[in-house]
């Protein structure tokens, strides 16, 4: 009933498509004029259009004009060759109808659903031109550096023929080189690379270093993978913070391999001890061996394996759920080495752990507290001064190596529990540990994880390990592309999100329907009980498909995998290729040749978005092959090549080797198949021991292999476990939407303080006198002095005189004087003007001590300098609050409001530190000598780098903690404040040194990646 409901009442896509024909036909009527001017008179068109829209005419009413002019562009270059990525091809593209709807869609800021093969890219092209007539800068995102110069060139000639410059960004590229690209009418690049330029743009030391201009209209290609997948990682400019884990790592490497080896040991035992029990008859205490052996080693092969004989899994739920209802969990846990939970993305040492890596200490896991451990000294009445402050000395640095230590081991854990080589990353010939994109399988060169993970990888892959970073500015991508006057996106699977880019970003979603109906038949998934299985099958399937001749693309979901298959297929004689993120450099001649006769293609996820498969001549045929229907129903197919023979080969078969999270890339990795009416088919391969099914399955997974007790080598194909694979991506997939919304809620409360923050820092780039910047922090800081010096009492002769003489004498370098010559008669409102009048005589002078030359770029260097060193301090704080803020919720507090608060406390106090540092650094710093230590600091190198996906969540009851407690004690000496000088002689401030907490590099959850 709510179907034929459906097909009687227009969908509001339908709707928009109905309404936007009327504009088409208006579009194709200019076009057909245009076809009568000269090449020459082309650009002409575009000047007369841009000279309208300075007179005031609107875009909307240029449109139909413009799209067309486009659209004879495309026709004119129809026959021409020239070169796209190394690649000679021949241009043979005029816009259709459906793709000028997209085209408008794009331009009202929306997003454009339309399926591979459809020509986005051209699409792209009409909506750019017109907005690129307002002289502002249009932008094209998109997933890769390859798509970005692909597009480039590829379009490139469209928009030059028009009179209209375009350029694109590559990741290496220098600011001279990208200045020039992001001053073209038209750019092309990569979301990381535009958000990365916007953070660097805002840590220049010159207005003129800038690379953009601001963010008029931005189109995103791939708009679910760039606004949705990839917004679960912020963008982060790092630099170098001196110092490297070296040593430290490659000491515990021996430790933690050596911890590894023991508990797979230890787990095979216990595995050994639950096969006997279940053996026996005794399904409950076998049920919870293997859910012991789980925890401890979810991978261990023996474990996987016995977990596919009928009755086991339903055990091991069994057990699982009556042990965490008893609250038993930390028993069967106590005799583990430590504990992998995959699910949150988060590994735990036990007790029987720690004492394994340290059974001599039992303190060496105790971080103690470093106030009561300096007071301890203070109240030590036999001690010299010299001797007390050394012992205070070797406290601080003793705190500080054991706080890296552990930092350390916990790194290394992950490293080893979670990360998987030719998996999460490669290591390349030259020794670099380089990160693979989970969602496009390609390599992301020059990231690095954050909180030490990488420096733990590489210390678990023996080669170099680098110095680590302190994070310098961040903005998620959520933020960042709400920043654009107008946006809009692109996809091919965009419907099934619609709802959260509206949320988040506004934009609706249209689907814009094909040019020619959809032909390719989706068979049902076959799953089997092990990855062995499965892959035999798929190795079967090629031969089977290869021997007619049939283009066939492999999709996997790692480098590991890709492997694997080539280890199997190699035998079997047939011609393959393999594209993952070991050989992308040749994506471009694998993808050319990847639809062509018998060609047999395996390859990560890099070939699902992006790439345009091209089938070869005798490749598409099948005239009477399975015709979708408009509404995407299947009715028929035949399982083995019968009475086609002579039509065979239809069109490219996709075989899908493993479900990925979200749905969306599944269905591009299928969308590579059936192209703009081409024939074609797909298939997913799975088995029960993929970590989708593993991580996610229900309980129902378990019911359906006892029922089916397939053997090792036979398919269970059922409708209820396309079902149950549907619902594991759902749950998958909503979980990840709320990390989503978990981070930009937070992001939120920052992104207003760095909006402050960089709107003070453009205007001390852009005045040329600074006189008035320095009036605005003078005000704000003496208002904080009054408050701080006379908050207790209205009547001078009770204010702290003394105390606001010598903030004084310390910033400006000027003697107010005593209460008693200066103090008297005064209220707060005329003692605030006398000292500002004191200030701005010191600032005069000043400024005629340096001359006009040289005093206002003086002032920039410093404002500008004092205020980034505030932020970075700032990002750093509140890193580390949100490492423990989620422990509020346990004290019925609601994390994200104190957050807030917190926040909002510490970015006062950080533009308090900003206040006094500028003034007193401006006063106090001799121009001279001060003039290459401003220098140094600007010069100080930083990365970039994208977290990876935030999943692990925290757990309060594994921290730990000394033992009983300590009497309380009073301290001699004042307390050490956040900003001061750290003690212990490093030169730090207390804060960065040995005041850290935790680790030295506070971040975010799963762990972030460095450019």
Not at 248 to 253: C, I, N, R
Not at 322 to 347: C, N, Q, T, Y
Not at 439 to 454: A, E, V, Y
Not at 942 to 967: D, I, L, V
Request: hydrophobic share 35%.
């Amino acid at each position: 009933m709510l179907t034929a409901l459906k097909r009687l009442i227009p969908s509001k896509s339908e709707r928009e498509v109905k309404r936007l024909r009327e504009k088409v036909r208006e579009i194709n009527a200019i076009y057909e004029t245009y076809q009568n001017l000269e090449d020459s008179e082309l650009p002409k068109k575009t000047e007369e259009f841009i000279r309208r829209i300075q007179d005031g005419e609107s875009l909307d009413s240029i449109l139909p004009e413009a799209f067309a002019l486009v659209k004879e562009a495309c026709r004119r270059l129809v026959g021409k060759r020239w070169t796209v990525t190394n690649q000679e091809i021949t241009w043979d593209m005029v816009p259709f109808d459906v793709q000028l709807i997209g085209a408008i869609v794009l331009h009202e800021g929306k997003v454009a659903e339309m399926k591979t093969g459809e020509g986005k890219t051209l699409v792209a092209t009409m909506p750019l031109y017109l907005n690129a007539l307002e002289k502002k800068g249009c932008h094209l995102v998109t997933v890769n550096d390859y798509l970005a110069r692909r597009d480039r060139e590829w379009m490139g000639p469209i928009y030059e023929s028009l009179g209209l410059t375009v350029g694109y960004i590559q990741a290496g590229m220098t600011p001279e080189e990208r200045r020039p690209q992001y001053a073209c009418d038209i750019t092309y690049g990569t979301n990381n690379e535009f958000g990365f330029d916007y953070l660097r743009d805002n840590m220049v030391l010159a207005w003129g270093d800038k690379v953009q201009r601001g963010h008029h209209y931005a189109i995103i290609d791939e708009v679910d993978i760039i606004l949705v997948d990839e917004a679960r990682t912020p963008l982060i400019i790092s630099g170098p913070v001196g110092f490297s884990k070296q040593k430290q790592l490659q000491e515990l490497v021996p430790l933690i391999s050596r911890l590894f080896r023991e508990q797979d040991r230890l787990v095979d035992r216990i595995v050994e001890e639950g096969e006997r029990l279940w053996r026996q008859g005794k399904q409950f205490e076998a049920g919870v061996k293997f859910l012991q052996a789980l925890r401890g080693s979810p991978k261990n092969k023996r474990l996987l394996r016995i977990q596919q004989e009928e009755g086991v899994k339903r055990a091991i739920d069994q057990a699982d759920g009556i042990i965490r209802r008893d609250k038993r969990l930390p028993e069967i846990d106590a005799e583990l080495f430590f504990v992998i939970d995959e699910r949150d993305h988060s590994v735990e040492l036990t007790d029987k752990g720690r004492t394994a890596l340290s059974p001599h200490d039992p303190n060496f896991f105790i971080l103690p507290d470093l106030s009561t451990e300096l007071a301890r000294w203070d109240i030590e009445p036999n001690l010299a001064p010299e001797e007390r402050a050394r012992h205070k000395e070797e406290t601080y640095r003793q705190y500080a190596e054991k706080s890296d230590r552990l930092a350390n081991i916990h790194a290394l854990l992950k490293a080893y529990a979670l990360f998987e080589k030719d998996v999460d990353y490669v290591v390349t010939p030259d020794g670099q540990v380089v990160i693979v994109d989970e969602f496009t399988g390609r390599l992301m060169p020059g990231r690095r994880f954050s909180d030490g993970l990488h420096e733990a990888l590489e210390a678990k892959e023996q080669v170099q390990v680098r110095e680590e970073t302190q994070t310098f500015g961040t903005i998620t991508l959520q933020n960042y592309f709400r920043m654009y006057k107008k946006l809009a996106g692109m996809s091919g699977t965009a419907i099934s999100i619609a709802s959260e880019l509206y949320n988040v970003y506004k934009l609706e979603v249209i689907e814009i329907p094909t040019n020619a109906p959809v032909r390719r038949i989706d068979y049902p998934d076959v799953v089997f009980r092990t990855k062995k299985a499965k892959y035999q099958a798929v190795v079967k399937e090629i031969v089977k498909w290869h021997k007619f001749g049939r283009p066939i693309l492999v999709g996997t979901t790692s480098v590991q995998a890709s492997e694997e298959l080539d280890r199997l297929l190699r035998p079997t004689g047939i011609r393959y290729s393999i594209l993952n993120a070991k050989n992308h450099e040749a994506e471009s001649q694998i993808i050319a040749h990847a639809g062509e006769p018998g060609a047999v293609t395996i390859a990560t996820n890099m070939a699902g978005r992006g790439t345009d498969i091209k089938l070869g001549k005798g490749v598409v045929k099948g005239e009477r092959c399975y015709l979708i229907s408009g509404n995407g129903k299947c009715g028929y197919w035949e399982e083995k090549p019968g009475r086609c023979y002579e039509e065979v080969p239809c069109g490219l078969y996709v075989i899908g080797t493993e479900r990925h999270e979200a749905r969306r890339i599944d269905d591009q990795l299928r969308g590579r198949s059936g192209r703009q009416g081409d024939p074609g088919s797909s298939r997913f391969f799975l088995s029960f021991e993929d970590d989708l099914l593993r991580l996610f399955g229900s309980d129902r997974m378990a019911a359906i292999m006892d029922r089916w007790a397939p053997q090792e080598d036979e398919p269970v194909a059922n409708n209820l476990v396309t079902r149950v694979i549907a619902n594991a991506q759902k749950r998958v997939e909503i979980r990840n939407a709320e990390i989503r919304r978990h981070l930009l809620e937070y992001d939120d409360v920052m992104n207003r303080q760095r909006e402050v923050i960089y709107s003070l820092r453009d205007t001390i780039l852009k005045e040329k006198d600074l006189t008035a910047v320095f009036n605005d922090i003078l005000e704000s800081y003496l208002e904080l002095l009054i408050s701080r010096f006379t908050a207790d009492t209205r009547r001078p002769e009770n204010w702290n005189w003394d105390g606001l003489r010598e903030e004084m004498l310390k910033t400006f370098l000027v003697d107010i004087g005593t209460a008693e010559t200066s103090g008297k008669g005064l209220d707060r409102q005329l003692l605030k003007e006398n000292l500002q009048s004191l200030a701005q005589e010191r600032y005069q002078q000043l400024a005629q001590e340096l001359g006009p030359d040289r005093f206002p770029e003086w002032c920039r260097r410093i404002f500008l300098a004092t205020l980034d060193e505030a932020w970075r301090d700032h990002l750093h704080q509140l890193d580390i609050i949100r490492e423990g803020i989620g422990l509020q919720a346990y004290g019925q507090k609601d994390p994200l409001v104190e957050y807030k608060q917190e926040s909002f406390r510490l970015f006062s106090e950080t533009m308090q530190e900003f206040y006094q540092q500028a003034l007193r650094v401006l006063f106090r710093l001799d121009p001279n000598s001060g003039e290459d230590r401003l220098r140094s600091q600007s010069r100080t190198p930083f990365r970039a780098y994208k977290p990876q996906a935030s999943t692990e969540t925290e757990n309060p009851g594994n921290r730990t903690k000394a033992p009983g407690t300590t009497a309380p004690v009073r301290r001699d000496t004042p307390k050490v404040g956040r900003n001061d000088p750290c003690p212990c002689g490093s030169g730090k401030k207390f804060k960065h040194c040995c005041g850290r907490s935790g680790s030295p590099s506070a971040a975010g959850s799963k762990n972030k990646v460095t450019k």
